[in-house]
T-cell receptor, first 117, second 113 residues
């Protein structure tokens, strides 16, 4: 069974600074995707960034980047130049194909990030 | 259109009521999901439909009954719920076969009284 572990229940950062959220996962699959989702108080789950396991290059999306260490099964999210709007719950998620042609998206427990002015 | 639309946004129902949650997407996605999310917890997968067929049922009690009338619509029929079923119910869709990420709706906040 796949598991996703986020070891930091809560974090805070000052506006304009950089913060890193950690995530580790466990799987025996070779083909999978990893995601970071953001869930603000509005409760909409919003995709922040995705990483394909077969790609060695770390994904980046503007101020968001990941450090993907496949051998260590680690997938951390770095947020640069933090903004007040980044305040949210951040979930690390793992997706793998299942029999029947669908995918199963498994979430970590989340890290609550607060950006302080 | 990259939206997943869920209705209603809020629902209060008694334990003897029958109600339905609705989810709609027009992105041509072939996989649709129902998740249950309790406060301060991650979403928990309930059901997955792939090409309009139920492909995953995560041992969900029969008082929750999913339905996929067509490739754009996903319903969750509720009957005889318990107060502990109160939660945020999230619908999501994806293109299937790991082509893309899952897009989520804003959820239905369900309260069972």
């Amino acid at each position: 069974a796949q598991t996703v572990t986020q070891s930091q229940p809560e974090m805070s950062v000052q506006e304009a600074e950089t913060v890193t959220l950690s995530c580790t996962y466990d799987t025996s699959e070779s083909n999978y995707y990893l995601f970071w989702y953001k869930q603000p108080p509005s409760r909409q789950m919003i995709l922040v960034i995705r990483q394909e396991a077969y790609k060695q290059q770390n994904a980046t999306e503007n101020r968001f980047s990941v450090n993907f260490q496949k051998a260590a099964k680690s997938f951390s999210l770095k947020i640069s130049d933090s903004q007040l709007g980044d305040t949210a719950m951040y979930f690390c998620a793992f997706m793998t194909p299942t029999q029947g042609g669908s995918e199963k998206l498994v979430f970590g427990k989340g890290t609550k990030l607060t950006v302080n002015p | 259109d990259t939206e997943v639309t869920q209705t209603p946004k809020h629902l209060v129902m008694g334990m003897t009521n029958k109600k339905s949650l609705k989810c709609e997407q027009h992105m041509g996605h072939r996989a649709m999901y129902w998740y249950k999310q309790k406060a301060k917890k991650p979403p928990e997968l309930m059901f997955v439909y792939s090409y309009e067929k139920l492909s995953i049922n995560e041992s969900v009690p029969s008082r929750f009954s999913p339905e996929c009338p067509n490739s754009s619509l996903l319903n969750l029929h509720l009957h005889a719920l318990q107060p502990e079923d109160s939660a945020l119910y999230l619908c999501a869709s994806s293109q299937s076969y790991m082509n893309t990420e899952a897009f989520f709706g804003q959820g239905t906040r369900l309260t069972v009284v």
